[in-house]
Structures are given as structure tokens and as C-alpha cells.
T-cell receptor
Framework: TQLLEQSPQFLSIQEGENLTVYCNSSSVFSSLQWYRQEPGEGPVLLVTVVTGGEVKKLKRLTFQFGDARKDSSLHITAAQPGDTGLYLCAYDRTSGSRLTFGEGTQLTVNP | NAGVTQTPKFQVLKTGQSMTLQCAQDMNHNSMYWYRQDPGMGLRLIYYSASEGTTDKGEVPNGYNVSRLNKREFSLRLESAAPSQTSVYFC????????????FGNGTRLTVT
């Protein structure tokens, strides 16, 4: 059973458009991490959200943690080709150092 | 500062062959991890080492062994490779365990024929 569901699985948009991707679960998380992975590279941490209702901004990227801490979203404003990549959310299943990832959203921004 | 370094970058094996994937980090991190990434399956944890001298199984440990050689190095061994082990393997490290962000290497693309 996939504990983290990310949607959509694939997204292809034109440069300048806005988009939102989602990370959902039936479980409550103490915190959630978002990563971006570019082709041929490992994932790189974008942000960690900790508090229910928290909003964090990273330039044109806005991350929100749901009030109940069961879901999170990533909104990109005026997408650029450099935003192309696989966006992954992840959380710790237990207190034993085991980060679990969702399957990711593959974003393609066309010039 | 190199971060997490994995070798080799690419490898092709025949079924039944063995090999060791090497990983080293220079960030003085306590915890290290091995993940595999497959299309439609996301990143799945194979083994991890919370600290030097300890290793534990992750979600998909069968067919693999690991060694935490010292604080810097964590290797993954395939004793008898199978086509199902064709994947991209990522090593990662973190300062500590719970909720600590991971720093990944750039992966090893392994094909088993």
C-alpha cells in the first residue's frame, strides 16, 4: 500500500503557466519534505514543512502543509523550463531513520 | 566539497555475477542509506545505517548486503545479480536520523542481462 500519493503523475505545460502538484495520505505526518530530481542526478531537498497550515515560499515555488498534516501541495508560478524535473514528497515512517518517498510528479515545462 | 560520491556511474552485469557499489560522503554525516529507483515505483529503501557500526534492512533488502566500512563509506553488494535488480541505485546521507534531510549522490545505473 502506497502511504504517500502524489498527483498528477505526469504534467506537461507551457512556459509561463501556473501549476499545482499534490501529496496526500490518510496518515498524519510530523513533517514532510519536498525534493526535486533532475535527469541523471539525485534528488535535492527543496523544503521541509513542519506545522499544520504552514506556507513556505522559495522564489516562485510555494509549499503548503495541510491543517491536519495529512497533505501538502506545491504551487509553481510562471513555470520556466528550468523547473522541469521529478518532484518528490517524503516523510519518516517511523522514528528509525527511514524516509519514505511518494512516486513523484514528473513535470515538463516546454519553452 | 564533493558531498556524496558514488561509483561506478554505469554498470552492466550478467545474471549471476556479483559486484559492489561504493558510496562515500565527506559531510561527517552519521546516517547513510541505499535506495533503488524504478519507473512507477519511486524510491525504495534497500538498507540503511543509522550510525557507524549499525545497519538495518529497509523495504526491499532481499538480494543485497551492505557494509558500513567507517563513518564515511557505505557499500552495497549484489552477490548474484538478477534481471529484477536492474535499476538506478542512489546512496544518501543525513546528519542524523529522524526527519533529517537527505543528501543524495548522482546514482549508479545498473543493468543485469
Amino acid at each position: 500500500t502506497q502511504l504517500l500519493e502524489q498527483s498528477p503523475q505526469f504534467l506537461s505545460i507551457q512556459e509561463g503557466e501556473n501549476l499545482t502538484v499534490y501529496c496526500n495520505s490518510s496518515s498524519v505526518f510530523s513533517s514532510l519534505q519536498w525534493y526535486r530530481q533532475e535527469p541523471g542526478e539525485g534528488p535535492v531537498l527543496l523544503v521541509t514543512v513542519v506545522t499544520g497550515g504552514e506556507v513556505k515560499k522559495l522564489k516562485r515555488l510555494t509549499f503548503q502543509f495541510g491543517d491536519a498534516r495529512k497533505d501538502s501541495s506545491l504551487h509553481i508560478t510562471a513555470a520556466q523550463p528550468g523547473d522541469t524535473g521529478l518532484y518528490l514528497c517524503a516523510y519518516d515512517r517511523t522514528s528509525g531513520s527511514r524516509l519514505t518517498f511518494g512516486e513523484g510528479t514528473q513535470l515538463t515545462v516546454n519553452p | 566539497n564533493a558531498g556524496v560520491t558514488q561509483t561506478p556511474k554505469f554498470q552492466v552485469l550478467k545474471t549471476g555475477q556479483s559486484m559492489t557499489l561504493q558510496c562515500a560522503q565527506d559531510m561527517n554525516h552519521n546516517s547513510m542509506y541505499w535506495y533503488r529507483q524504478d519507473p512507477g515505483m519511486g524510491l525504495r529503501l534497500i538498507y540503511y545505517s543509522a550510525s557507524e557500526g549499525t545497519t538495518d534492512k529497509g523495504e526491499v533488502p532481499n538480494g543485497y548486503n551492505v557494509s558500513r566500512l567507517n563513518k564515511r563509506e557505505f557499500s552495497l553488494r549484489l552477490e548474484s545479480a538478477a534481471p529484477s535488480q536492474t535499476s538506478v541505485y542512489f546512496c544518501a546521507s543525513s546528519v542524523r536520523g529522524y526527519n533529517s534531510p537527505l543528501h543524495f549522490g548522482n546514482g549508479t545505473r545498473l543493468t543485469v542481462t
